[in-house]
């Protein structure tokens, strides 16, 4: 009776030595890097508001820089925002951006509209 018990322990012990708590493999994350409008911001306007925001073949509002897209920020929310049919809905003609692209342009705005 005494050997199964400690042969008992003994494959708990060899058993649950290398489990760990999820919350020390959370600790251990590192945080996701900043969103900046070059590696984020950029190549999302580039997919979603050409050619209609990019010169030399966009008309309407330039949002081809960095300066531009930071102070439109407000503006490219609320118009994102919308929902198609509604006035000044973005993008024009397009399907709605996908709630996590729109949470980028706010976390990019949160974030205080990083360039690089």
């Known amino acids: 009776m005494m050997k199964k018990i400690i042969t008992g322990l003994l494959i708990c012990i060899v058993s649950f030595q290398f489990c760990t708590t999820s919350k020390k493999v959370a600790e251990t994350k590192e945080p996701p890097p900043p969103i900046t409008y070059l590696s984020n911001i950029q190549p999302m306007i580039s997919a979603n508001c050409s050619p209609c925001h990019i010169p030399p073949k966009g008309f309407q509002k330039a949002l ?35 709630d996590s692209a729109i949470n980028v342009f706010v976390q990019w705005k949160n974030n205080g509209l990083l360039e690089k």
């Open 64 to 98: 081809d820089n960095y300066i531009t897209a930071k102070d439109k920020i407000d503006d490219i929310l609320r118009r994102v925002n919308l929902n198609p049919g509604e006035r000044d809905f973005m993008p024009f003609k397009h399907p709605k951006m996908s």
